[in-house]
T-cell receptor, first 111, second 114 residues
Framework: QQQVKQSPQSLIVQKGGISIINCAYE??????FPWYQQFPGKGPALLIA?????SEKKEGRFTISFNKSAKQFSLHIMDSQPGDSATYFC??????????FGAGTILRVKS | GAVVSQHPSWVICKSGTSVKIECRSL??????MFWYRQFPKQSLMLMAT?????????EQGVEKDKFLINHASLTLSTLTVTSAHPEDSSFYIC??????????FGPGTRLTVL
């Protein structure tokens, strides 16, 4: 019940296209949903995050859509660029501030 | 803002030796820090939660006597891998809990045990 299921495992998008990564959860105790970007050999960097009382949040080219009733949330990267090529992790926070991470999505943006 | 550093960035050691990894929050105070390990092409697995001035809380299956965590100040937590073996080789990442309960991650430490 503490899992966060992330899909797809990998994704190839043309430059300028939209990248979409999806996550689903079961535990309704999760109260915060961040997305992290990780480049090889580096630590994860916070991209954008949302709380369950909001259905959408946009920051620049990155948008989180959140569907509380379906227990799903997704990351949209608009106008994807080769520099966006990285591994993306969704996560969900439990009380006590523990994060449960999805399995990750390897994004490759082709120029 | 919200920068976390780790030292060293990579370390190679012989089997049976101990290795200490430092995690510092540079521009904020982190009363809570987390330690993760990440194997190649896998997700982050939480090892333990440390709170300043108290004992760390370890996740199930993590040996607390092998992975010693000290959180002596609001800006420094250390992870010591004792009697390291090749199976301990991994990427170790710390994070500090900052504003609005957001976790800010360090750059990671690559440990290779020969």
């Amino acid at each position: 019940q503490q899992q966060v299921k992330q899909s797809p495992q990998s994704l190839i998008v043309q430059k300028g296209g939209i990248s979409i990564i999806n996550c689903a959860y079961e535990n309704t105790a999760f109260d915060y949903f961040p997305w992290y970007q990780q480049f090889p050999g580096k630590g994860p960097a916070l991209l954008i995050a949302i709380r369950p009382d909001v259905s959408e949040k946009k920051e620049g080219r990155f948008t989180i859509s959140f569907n509380k009733s379906a227990k799903q949330f997704s990351l949209h990267i608009m106008d994807s660029q080769p520099g966006d090529s990285a591994t993306y992790f969704c996560a969900a926070k439990l009380r006590g501030n523990k994060l449960v991470f999805g399995a990750g999505t390897i994004l490759r943006v082709k120029s | 803002g919200a920068v976390v550093s780790q030292h060293p960035s990579w370390v190679i050691c012989k089997s049976g030796t101990s290795v200490k990894i430092e995690c510092r929050s540079l521009d904020f105070q982190a009363t809570t820090m987390f330690w993760y390990r990440q194997f190649p092409k896998q997700s982050l697995m939480l090892m333990a939660t440390s709170n300043e001035g108290s004992k760390a809380t370890y996740e199930q299956g993590v040996e607390k006597d092998k992975f010693l965590i000290n959180h002596a100040s609001l800006t420094l937590s250390t992870l010591t891998v004792t009697s390291a073996h090749p199976e301990d080789s991994s990427f170790y990442i710390c994070s500090g809990l900052g504003y609005l309960d957001t976790q800010y991650f360090g750059p990671g430490t690559r440990l290779t045990v020969l």
